[in-house]
């Protein structure tokens, strides 16, 4: 029933991993987003994708790689992790790529790198 | 350049009090919409209210209200009468044209029984 669902809740992992974090909406909507959340509270958006199409793509490290297999679902595949990558991160949809749009979040991803 | 300014940080207020929650935005854009949205202890984010530039009625809705001022470049969140269940981090947002959304700070809030 969950409208946004993200997985894993809590990821705890060593420097220099990848990992993936999964995301899947059942609103029909056809824009996903990623946005991390520092250890103040700042949101900031790192992508958007309309219809599994990249349309918006923050000052992000390469290390972080988006992929839209189809327009519910968003994952998010990060390379070899860094101290700096702590946060939490955030998935969220809209019903379509608009300013007005209204954004549903998931639950949002602990990660944790040691 | 968009920026959304939430000065407060944190604060405290005794159940039953009200609470403003003040949200300062800039932008150059005449077409925008600004957005409260509510962080609970839970973690997730959830949508409140999402108001457009041309439209500046105030907003009530239960014991949350909403004071938009285009000539202050405000939009204020009050909660009347506050409850332990509205302790949580708020934060007020600002979309416009290039489809982002620009986050303010965030305010805590915890509502002391």
């Known amino acids: 029933d969950t409208a946004v669902s993200q997985t894993p809740k809590y990821l705890v992992t060593q420097m220099g991993n990848d990992k993936s974090i999964k995301c899947e909406q059942n609103?029909?909507?056809?824009?996903m987003y990623w946005y991390k959340q520092d250890s103040k509270k700042f949101l900031k958006i790192m992508f958007s994708y309309n219809n599994k199409e990249l349309i918006i793509n923050e000052t992000v490290p390469n290390r972080f790689s988006p992929k839209s297999p189809d327009k519910a679902h968003l994952n998010l595949h990060i390379n070899s992790l860094e101290l700096g990558d702590s946060a939490v991160y955030f998935c969220a949809s809209s019903q379509d790529n608009g300013y007005n749009e209204k954004l549903f979040f998931g639950s949002g991803t602990q990660l944790s790198v040691l | 350049a968009q920026k959304v300014t939430q000065a407060q940080t944190e604060i405290s207020v005794v159940e039953k009090e009200d609470v403003t929650l003040d949200c300062v935005y800039e932008t150059r854009d005449t077409t925008y919409y600004l957005f409260w949205y509510k962080q609970p202890p839970s973690g997730e984010l959830v949508f409140l209210i999402r108001?457009?530039?041309?439209?500046?009625q105030n907003e009530i809705s239960g014991r949350y209200s909403w004071n938009f001022q285009k000539s202050t470049s405000s939009f204020n969140f009050t909660i009347t009468a506050s409850q332990v269940v509205d302790s949580a981090v708020y934060f007020c947002a600002l979309s416009s044209t290039g489809n982002q959304f620009y986050f303010g700070t965030g305010t805590s809030l915890t509502v002391i029984p």
């Open positions: 108001r457009n530039s041309f439209d500046e």
């Open positions: 609103l029909g909507h056809d824009t």
